[in-house]
């Protein structure tokens, strides 16, 4: 089992629609997960972190954390063709400081 | 302005002569690393550094190095450079507190003919 899985997609949605994108994770105690956005040929950036089980609200993005679960999620509300891009879950295994990264989920918003 | 840079962004050559990608980080940032990304593949780790003079590797560290004398500065050497390492290389960097965010640089495409 990978570390951190993500379906590879395309996701694609309709422009103003909800955009949902998951992740799943292994390591039982990992404990800093990461929304990073990556547009084709450009460099990660990142857009969401989050600590602590639960939802976190930044704008039109809400990250959800379910650590029983062990999952972590990206909603993108009112979606953009702008948004079209490749998400990358990030997650931190304990004790170290640098992160694994998910294969990416693509998605396409299309107008 | 904070940045990682990178140089070449863009490099074309022959198998078996030795290369060097630059990294260089203004944040003073403590840890950095290599990752190379391949379709499909994703993002994979390379090596990375905890400190200065403090390397280890990461999940595909075969065919490359690297050395951290300062602070600043992380170069990828690959010695003998082979096909299978065309690719996109991204540097990173993150501090050792807070949120560990990865700032990455722009990237380098390589190619290996």
Known sequence: QKEVEQNSGPLSVPEGAIASLNCTYSDRVSQSFFWYRQYSGKSPELIMSIYSNGDKEDGRFTAQLNKASQYVSLLIRDSQPSDSATYLCAVNKPGSYIPTFGRGTSLIVHP | ???????????????????????????????????????????????????????????????????????????LILESPSPNQTSLYFCASSRREGSYEQYFGPGTRLTVT
Not at chain 2, 57 to 67: F, L, M, R, T
């Open chain 2, 1 to 75: 302005e904070a940045q990682v840079t990178q140089n070449p962004r863009y490099l074309i050559t022959v198998t078996g002569k030795k290369l060097t990608v630059t990294c260089s980080q203004n944040m003073n940032h403590e840890y950095m690393s290599w990752y190379r990304q391949d379709p499909g593949l994703g993002l994979r780790q390379i090596y990375y550094s905890m400190n200065v003079e403090v390397t280890d590797k990461g999940d595909v560290p075969e065919g490359y190095k690297v050395s951290r004398k300062e602070k600043r500065n992380f170069p």
